[in-house]
């Protein structure tokens, strides 16, 4: 609770140093983030969970939520978001599919979802999304994910060899628009 009230207070600092200003000067600013995860994550079993992204990797006017579960958006406008999920079975035999989707304050963004199958002969995946979206000031954005079975979630993989970078499990990257559409 007293996290969510600094949130709160933050949150509200930030939006009411823009509503009782006259300076506009926001509206050419750029504004990014990247987030990643090397980290192995399983949803919860039921009611799914956010993702994770505890890496940021570049960050210009946002703010990630305390859990790391979310973005916080700073300089409202329009803009363009993708996601890749690194989808694999934790153990060999089972076969099932895992869902993600977009949240926006903590409600289920429509037609956001999407679903990648893994069996016993395929047992992992990558899944891209993107979406393009106008955020107001103080909008926190997030990802969720549900598998149907046990042991399937977003697997992080360490690469063996030095000059080879690892698969994170998840990345999101958000970029603001400049030229409203």
């Not at 000067?25 to 009611?47: M, N, R």
């Not at 993600?100 to 679903?115: H, K, P, Q």
């Amino acid at each position: 609770m007293r996290n969510q009230i600094l949130i709160f207070f933050s949150l509200f600092s930030i939006y009411s140093s823009y509503l009782f200003s006259d300076d506009q000067s926001w509206k050419d600013q750029d504004a990014y983030i990247q987030l990643s995860s090397v980290a192995t994550q399983v949803p919860t079993p039921g009611t799914g969970s956010l993702i994770i992204g505890e890496t940021i990797d570049l960050i210009k006017n946002f703010e990630v939520t305390p859990n790391r579960d979310g973005i916080i958006c700073i300089i409202p406008g329009k803009y363009l978001i993708f996601t890749s999920n690194q989808i694999a079975t934790l153990s060999r035999g089972i076969s099932g599919y895992l869902d993600s989707w977009f949240v926006l304050n903590g409600t289920a963004i429509s037609s956001s979802n999407t679903r990648q199958f893994v069996t016993e002969n395929s047992r992992s995946g990558l899944v891209t999304n993107c979406l393009l979206i106008d955020l107001k000031e103080t909008d926190v954005f997030s990802v969720a994910f549900l598998a149907n079975g046990p042991n399937i979630g977003l697997v992080y993989i360490q690469s063996s060899l030095s000059s080879e970078p690892s698969v994170t499990s998840y990345s999101l990257s958000a970029y603001r628009l400049r030229h409203p559409l």
